[in-house]
């Protein structure tokens, strides 16, 4: 395919300074103060291209050098028999995941996929370094498929009890490798694991939020939906861990309508955690942009109890600048929560009305959908985004033998740096 880089500069939301991307950019230049950075594009209005291009059909708003093979972008399309159970006149679905017949053709069955293709998208393929990506799980799957795929360096860190995640359609390219944090521990601990990989000489952070091509990857949800419907939606559900995707779909909000083809409203962004798992409802409901203080040991229990393991970030970045927030104040936004049973309840009602298995996250999404409206928080004629951030993977593995990633070793919770560098020497060697 025939591309140029995609031109942009960018912007510290502390300050509102512009600066060049000089390179792997995370954060502007001599600030101290949190606050993430945010791609601004030359082009102001989008223009999708066809559908072979995948996610880079929306390559105009996306920070990237090249393009990857293999990708496919979200797909929306509008609901019947969730809409008429709910009395939704206007429910529009965002899938992301594996559902062919639908047109959507992520492999991972997840909307990781999004990220993965526009941070790697990003990357030089001469800066020579490894990269390390810390996951609860799907982003994993999702990295550990592309950089195979394209022979990029890449070292996961997972936490042990989520290796189950690690599935994948055929073996892997030993360019990928995964180390893991022990038995009891969560994402944070993974985290912590990565940033200690991240001090030795080689190895660069994909950054998580703070990573304008992984927003921006997952901005395309937003702007398959508003391409779509042809008008900004009204209000956004989704299941939130970290609440990146939330910010994501805020940011391609204001794009849209700086576009000025779509309308000019700020869409309500509804996002939902797993009881009893809810730091930032905590803190959302406590009106501080700061999250609660609440002891690790209690919150990794919290984290062992959820259905949704991928919504257990502990240090999300909700109190950045340009962090969820922000995201939430603007938009006028709100938290919700649902339990494990309101969660499979959702799940079961998705498969039977919409025909497809969803993840955990996504039951979570639907499950606060249902909550809403029971609270009748929503206007029936409301035009409403429901994005599915993962699913079809009943559908996917049926009759597939899988290949699982195995850790190449295990870390006690807070390891010592020095045992990290010398087994990730000894990895890479």
């Not at 498929?145 to 189950?164: A, G």
């Not at 079809?392 to 870390?411: A, Q, W």
Request: charged letters at 20%; proline letters at 5%.
């Amino acid at each position: 395919m025939d591309f140029e880089a995609t031109e942009y500069t960018l912007k510290s939301l502390v300050t509102g300074e512009l600066f060049e991307d000089t390179g792997w950019m995370l954060d502007a230049p001599g600030q101290t103060k949190p606050g993430l950075i945010r791609a601004i594009y030359k082009h102001k209005q989008m223009n999708p291209k066809d559908s072979s291009y995948g996610i880079y059909r929306f390559a105009d708003w996306l920070p990237i050098s090249r393009m990857l093979q293999g990708s496919s972008a979200p797909i929306t399309y509008k609901s019947e028999g969730l809409a008429a159970h709910l009395g939704l006149k206007n429910l529009y679905i965002t899938f992301s995941g594996y559902w062919p017949e639908k047109g959507a053709n992520m492999t991972t069955c997840s909307f990781k996929e999004t990220e993965a293709y526009a941070v790697c998208g990003r990357l030089d393929p001469n800066q020579g370094k490894i990269l390390v990506v810390a996951s609860a799980g799907n982003t994993a799957r999702a990295f550990a498929k592309v950089c195979s795929e394209n022979h990029i360096p890449l070292l996961l860190c997972v936490p042990e009890d989520n290796l189950d995640a690690l599935w994948f359609e055929k073996p892997l390219n030993p360019c990928v490798k995964l180390i893991a944090s022990r038995t009891g521990s969560d994402y944070f601990d993974a985290i912590h694991l990565s940033n200690l990989a991240c001090q030795c000489e080689g190895f660069i952070a994909e950054g998580g939020a703070k990573n304008v091509a992984r927003r921006d990857g997952m901005g395309t949800t937003m702007l398959s939906a508003t391409t779509f419907i042809g008008e900004i939606p009204d209000y956004y559900f989704q299941a939130v861990g970290s609440g990146t995707g939330a910010i994501a779909a805020w940011e391609a909000n204001l794009r849209l309508i700086e576009d000025g083809r779509f309308g000019n409203k700020l869409m309500k962004l509804m996002v939902s955690q797993n009881r009893p798992f809810i730091p930032m409802m905590n803190a959302w409901k406590a009106n501080s942009r700061d999250m609660l203080p609440f002891d690790d040991e209690s919150a990794r229990k919290e984290v062992e109890e959820i259905d949704a393991k991928v919504l257990s970030n502990r240090k999300p970045p909700y109190p950045p600048a340009g962090g969820l927030f922000d995201a939430l104040t603007e938009t006028k936004g709100d938290v919700l929560a649902t339990t494990n049973e309101e969660l499979r309840a959702a799940a079961a009602l998705f498969l039977q009305l919409e025909g497809n298995d969803i993840h955990p996250a996504s039951a979570v999404a639907v499950a606060s959908l249902i909550q809403a409206i029971q609270e009748n928080r929503l206007e029936p004629d409301a035009i409403v985004m429901l994005n599915i951030t993962g699913g079809g993977e009943e559908r996917m593995k049926k009759g597939k033998t899988l290949h699982y990633l195995t850790s190449s070793e295990v870390f006690d919770i807070n390891p010592a740096f020095e045992n990290v560098q010398a087994a990730l020497r000894k990895l890479f060697d």
